[in-house]
């Protein structure tokens, strides 16, 4: 097996045998990811594997999929793989992810992969890509709900005293 070699100082890259490529936007806060075509599990966990390698690549960053252009060959058990990889330590984001989901069987598969990464509270799908940037433009300056860092911290209730 061929290791996918590491980018130095890059924020795009297209991964060797896989149907899909991403960028990674400093400015903006964001990846991108792309598909296009036949893809398979393999596709997402070498775009992923790809992507946490790179220099640019941020869990703060918000997240862009594109899946407009591809057929996707997935099974639940491929849903969930992909699930608990995106849940790792290593590849988990904290920002907003839009996905670009153009047919109701794509829309299912992002809703069962939102649910399995417990990323619903911070995931939008849209019919377009169009949408899906304005949405996220609107709201890059947010943080999604679960990382919303809590003001007050939690203190034990004071004693009771019974007389």
């Known amino acids: 097996m ?3 070699p590491m980018k130095l100082f ?3 890259d297209v991964v060797p045998d896989a149907s899909g490529e991403y960028w990674i936007d400093q400015s903006r806060r964001m990846r991108i990811e792309e598909y ?3 893809t398979v599990l393999g596709d997402f966990r070498r775009i992923m594997t790809s992507m946490i390698s790179d220099p640019c690549w941020s869990a703060d960053f918000h997240g862009l999929v594109d899946l407009s252009r591809a057929k996707l060959e997935l099974t639940s058990n491929d849903v969930l793989r992909l699930a608990l990889l995106l849940r790792r330590d290593d590849c988990r984001t904290h920002g907003w992810l839009a996905y670009v989901a153009p047919d109701s069987m794509t829309y299912g598969i992002v809703r069962m992969l939102g649910y399995w990464t ?3 509270d911070r995931t939008r799908i849209f019919g377009s890509r169009s949408e899906a940037e304005a949405w996220l433009e609107w709201n890059c300056d947010q943080i999604p709900p679960r990382f919303v860092e809590k003001k007050t ?4 209730p004071a004693a009771r005293v019974v007389g």
């Not at 911290?153 to 034990?156: D, L, M, S, Y």
């Open 2 to 4: 061929v290791g996918i």
């Open 10 to 12: 890059l924020s795009d």
């Open 36 to 38: 296009h075509g036949v």
């Open 153 to 156: 911290r939690w203190a034990p």
């Open 118 to 120: 417990r990323s619903t």
